[in-house]
């Protein structure tokens, strides 16, 4: 099957060429007909699999066919992303395929000047990206107007939930029109996920490109057991030994991402971190460092990672696992992307074993455990509670992300436990 078996125009089939796409992934031969049929949609898919020119391609086409003048602060197609960096990611992707075509887009996020955003708004555009705050700050500003929106698009939509934004998002809908198109879409099929789907969506086509909850098959997973005091050296000799040119690295908290970057530049290994207490131009020169091999290493947090498109990324490392076992199938899932070979290793010290017990059961599988010599785990030490912040682990419940909404400024028992990640 080929691009142009879908009836896409000359233009967006030229844009399609430039970026030397051949053959429509297995989501995208799915999606993109739904789509084009002007249908509700739900689908579950993994990071990587296309998903993205799965929606982008069809809507552009769409919205071309049937062009209409802009208004004042008027937006035809919206979508909503949970985080700054997919959002500009994604408008990116609808700026690259929609090159050739009469298409205004941009994208509005927390973290820059309001004001700019709200002079571009101001003469209408076909396509926002937005994030679920700054969109609400928009809306009581009166900057921008949702009434003659066409398409709805949650992309990311569990990541959403995990983060808090279902009332954002509820609030949203009220300023759309009743009929519109929606696309949701997830990479984890969860009953959360239905629930919202059934509160919006209408007769949708379910697309599940993905088996429910697991990880690409392109990814080879390894854990190392290792002591807690030994992991960053672990790491050191494994980027080095190895000779890793480029290494995404998780842990739980912001205060601990930054520590082991500034322990790995001791070691000789050029690090940056990247998370919520960073500004977003520190976050935007984190990502382009890294993505042009200035840096080796990009430490994370799990919010700060979720939805980075980094191509052909080879390597990732579970410096700590995550409390929630759900995410370290998102966490992996940025390497081994679009049918490239990837390598998730996780590095797991004894007070870990409970959170690696509930991954595998997710998993339905064993995951291989390979101990480094020379790092071997000293049988002596007994397993410690992890502390999240409070001085104890948090027990997962399917619900364990709860984020600001709005404009994201949360409340004083909310910044202390956001303090942590």
Not at 172 to 199: V, W, Y
Not at 256 to 280: M, P, V
Not at 321 to 333: A, F, K, N, S, T
Not at 367 to 378: A, T
Request: with cysteine; hydrophobic share 35%; net charge positive.
């Amino acid at each position: 099957m080929s691009f142009k078996d879908f009836g896409f125009s000359e233009e967006l089939l030229r844009a399609i060429a430039d970026q030397d796409y051949r053959e429509p992934t297995s989501v995208q031969q799915m999606a993109i007909p739904v789509v084009l049929k002007g249908h509700d949609m739900l689908v579950s898919a993994q990071t990587g699999t296309g998903k993205t020119a799965g929606f982008t391609l069809p809507m552009l086409h769409r919205l071309c066919t049937r062009p209409k003048p802009r208004t004042q602060y008027s937006v035809r197609a919206l979508i909503l992303t949970p985080t700054r960096e997919l959002a500009a990611q994604v408008e990116e992707s609808v700026r690259t395929y929609g090159k050739y075509l009469p298409i205004k887009s941009t994208n509005v996020f927390g973290g820059v000047n309001i004001n700019t955003q709200i002079k571009i708004l101001r003469g209408g555009v076909d396509i926002l990206v937005a994030t679920p705050g700054r969109l609400l700050d928009l809306v009581s500003q009166r900057a921008v107007d949702l009434s003659k929106v066409e398409i709805l698009v949650l992309d990311e939509a569990d990541r959403m939930l995990d983060m808090g934004f279902i009332n954002d998002i509820r609030k949203i809908i009220t300023h759309l029109p009743k009929t519109r198109q929606n696309l949701l879409f997830c990479a984890t099929f969860s009953d959360e996920i239905k629930r919202l789907a059934d509160g919006f969506l209408t007769s949708p086509q379910l697309i599940e490109a993905a088996r429910r909850n697991t990880a690409a098959e392109s990814i080879s997973q390894t854990i190392h057991p290792v002591d807690n005091s030994r992991k960053r050296e672990l790491l050191s000799f494994l980027v080095s030994s190895k000779e890793w040119k480029q290494v995404l690295v998780f842990t739980r908290t912001k205060h601990g991402a930054n520590r082991l970057s500034q322990q790995l530049a001791l070691d000789g290994i050029s690090s940056t971190a990247i998370h919520g207490n960073k500004t977003q131009a520190a976050r935007t020169k984190a990502l382009a460092d890294f993505k042009n091999g200035a840096v080796r290493v990009l430490v994370a947090t799990d919010i700060a990672a979720r939805g980075l498109d980094i191509d052909q990324l080879p390597h990732v490392v579970n410096f700590e696992l995550p409390m929630v076992p759900e995410d370290y199938v998102h966490r992996i899932g940025r390497t081994g992307r679009a049918g490239c070979v990837g390598e998730a290793v996780s590095l797991v010290c004894i007070d870990e074993r409970e959170l690696l017990t509930k991954i595998e059961r997710l998993l339905k599988c064993s995951l291989s455990k390979v101990v480094i010599d020379g790092y071997e785990p000293n049988p002596a030490i007994k397993a410690q509670p992890i502390p999240n912040g409070r001085g104890f682990q948090r027990k997962s419940n399917g619900n364990s992300h709860q984020r600001p909404s709005s404009n994201n400024r949360p409340s004083n028992h909310k910044r202390q436990r956001g303090k942590f990640r």
